[in-house]
């Protein structure tokens, strides 16, 4: 194998020396997400493992890289090996062209691994058992030399993870938690083997026994002596009638209602079915398990679609801080489901012009030492923002018109531009400049009095 592993023009080698019949003289790297089908012609791919394969081959790319901080490395490893814990393939149980990639750029650096790196208690032993499968499964049909393989002994485990018996320790938990309360009470101590619970139950039991035959005891005995009391009914109690419901308090329409955050982009890659749509995975700052988030390199992240190819460059697109529109309703494009939007900058339509134009288009910047998911909002338009925007109440559509760039390349936002704030408090008022907490200006490059949407 190439020692250029970060190549992918060696990589494209690698895949026309092992399927020459598939992969042609003519492939080139913008060919690459595209291959799987071709490799392999039996499997089908949704739009989302298409979007998946892609982001998989730029980070088997980064895995590769030798001059990555070792610390990020680690942590891209350690996500990894999560992410195959419970797969057999990248996607799953499908093949792709993003496993022969990543066995192409991982193989080599799991080859020299010490028996600890591999199967030691904070090894990597799934990624070894993954790049196993793919070197010798005939799902993948490599023809690999042997001295170029990776020698994997299956009996050379240095750590073994015990099973939990998931009894066993509901029970010993049980019990602990149940002599810690006898300690903290001044108790005295149980006969082993019965918890305070068993032992409280026994004796509520006999009492409980011990009431009802006394109760049973004075009945008789009132009914012989006749100093049973009739009972009387029951009065019904007259329902009183509900106090209307109060209708909802109307939220005053103002900026702060969009929820404006400082996002990361962890990459971007070209959309698989339109040409005009770019396929991010920003972190925005949410917390794991958040709806319309998924886990990726350790941390949660959004999937968002963006109508920016060829109109910024995908090079300026990666690894780079945003601002993001984060309470929209999530819609499907093209295939792909997108959960936020990031906001750019482009020249005024000129009176007379109609529909979007050809730019150019500059993305908004949040200061340098802005953390991804810090909330932005506009000078003077402090608040709370709604959890989703409600599309009905067109609340981004009002009030995009407002947001601009100024003289001074800063991004604001212009209440003279939104009629339905010309009348009361939000009468008059001047431009708010976009700000981090501490102050800090959110900006764009050149584009003067632009819109910003």
């Known amino acids: 194998?190439?020692?250029?592993?970060?190549?992918?023009?060696?990589l494209l080698d690698f895949l026309k020396n092992q399927y020459p019949s598939a992969v042609s003289s003519s492939t080139s790297e913008a060919d690459l997400p595209s291959l799987s089908h071709q490799l392999f012609p039996t499997s089908s791919y949704t739009d989302n493992e298409k979007v998946e394969t892609s982001q998989w081959l730029t980070t088997s790319s980064r895995l590769a890289t030798?001059?990555?901080?070792?610390?990020?490395?680690?942590e891209r490893l350690g996500s990894l090996n999560i992410h195959l814990s419970t797969r057999t393939t990248l996607l799953g149980s499908k093949p792709s062209i993003a496993d022969i990639a990543l066995y192409y750029r991982l193989a080599p650096a799991v080859k020299s691994w010490s028996p600890d790196e591999r199967t030691g208690e904070h090894g990597y032993h799934h990624i070894v058992r993954f790049v196993d499968f793919v070197q010798n499964a005939p799902l993948f049909g490599l023809s690999v030399k042997k001295e170029d393989k990776v020698a994997v002994d299956h009996n050379d485990i240095k750590f073994v993870h015990k099973p939990l018996d998931a009894k066993e320790e509901k029970e010993r938990k049980k019990k602990e938690k149940a002599a810690a309360a006898a300690a903290a009470d001044g108790q005295t101590s149980l006969p082993v083997g019965q918890g305070k619970g068993e032992a409280d139950a026994k004796l509520s039991k006999r009492e409980k026994a011990q009431e009802a035959a006394q109760n049973a005891g004075d009945k008789v005995k009132g009914a012989v002596m006749g100093d049973n009391p009739p009972q009387s009914?029951?009065?019904?109690?007259?329902k009183?009638?509900?106090?209307p419901k109060q209708p909802a308090k109307e939220t005053?329409?103002?900026?702060?209602?969009?929820?404006?955050?400082?996002?990361?982009?962890l990459k971007a890659v070209n959309h698989p079915n339109a040409d005009s749509l770019y396929v991010s995975t920003i972190a925005c700052g949410d917390s794991p398990g958040t709806d319309n988030t998924s886990e990726y390199e350790g941390q949660t992240v959004r999937t968002v679609c963006s109508g920016l190819n060829g109109l910024v460059p995908l090079e300026e697109m990666q690894g780079r801080k945003i601002i993001a529109v984060c309470n929209l309703k999530p819609v499907t494009m093209r295939g792909v489901k997108s959960a936020a939007m990031v906001l750019a900058a482009s020249p005024r339509l000129k009176e007379g012009e109609e529909g979007d134009h050809e730019g150019p288009v500059e993305l908004v910047s949040p200061p340098?030492?802005?953390?991804?998911?810090?909330?932005?909002?506009?000078e003077g338009w402090a608040g709370e923002p709604d959890g989703v925007l409600n599309p009905k109440k067109k609340v981004w559509e009002t009030l995009q018109p407002g947001f601009t760039t100024t003289e001074a390349l800063e991004v604001g936002f212009d209440s003279g531009a939104v009629p339905q704030l010309q009348e009361g408090e939000t009468a008059g008022k001047s431009t708010g400049k976009l700000v981090t907490s501490i102050g800090g200006t959110c900006t764009v490059k050149s584009l003067k009095n632009a819109e910003v949407r």
């Open 240 to 243: 009183q009638p509900k106090p």
């Open 1 to 10: 194998m190439s020692n250029s592993l970060t190549s992918s023009t060696a």
């Open 252 to 265: 005053p329409l103002s900026p702060c209602l969009i929820d404006l955050r400082v996002g990361h982009i």
């Open 368 to 378: 340098e030492d802005a953390k991804a998911g810090e909330r932005v909002i506009f």
């Open 233 to 238: 009914k029951k009065e019904k109690k007259e």
């Open 66 to 74: 030798p001059n990555e901080d070792e610390a990020k490395h680690a």
